[in-house]
């Protein structure tokens, strides 16, 4: 089976903070699971649909930080499983983010990669 080709132009940064989404449906409530300078993984109940526009606010909780941006729903599995191998949820792609919270992010990945703690962009 042909694995596809990996298309993330930054790494990311395994993090676990909360999110407030808003967006056309409403507001709702998930989990980052993982950012980059590019965007993020929004783990939720109920995950937007492909090219929807959103506003999120995401808490920092070990810096007691938030970092806001509109982003838009790349990939979404609504109707797929909700388990530790395939969460339910949306990859999300920072449409506009202030520098600040660029910056943020920025640190938050290099840290995380200095650690080794980041997740690789093979696949096994």
Not at 17 to 36: A, C, D, L, Q
Not at 76 to 86: A, F, H, K, L, R
Not at 97 to 113: A, F, N
Request: charge should be positive; charged fraction near 30%; proline fraction near 5%.
């Amino acid at each position: 089976m042909a694995i596809g080709k990996e298309r993330r132009r930054h790494p990311r940064a395994e993090v676990e903070w909360p999110v407030t989404v808003r967006s056309s449906e409403g507001i709702m409530f998930g989990e980052v699971t993982n950012v980059s300078l590019g965007g993020a993984f929004i783990r939720c109940e109920k995950p937007l649909r492909v090219n929807q526009m959103l506003e999120m606010a995401l808490y920092v909780d070990s810096l007691g930080q938030s970092i806001k941006a509109t982003a838009e729903v790349v990939w979404s599995n609504i109707y797929g499983p909700d388990d530790d191998i395939t969460p339910r949820g949306m990859g999300v792609r920072f449409t506009k983010i202030s520098p600040r919270d660029r910056r943020l992010i920025l640190t938050i990945v290099s840290k995380d990669l200095e650690s080794g703690h980041h997740e690789e962009f093979s696949r096994k």
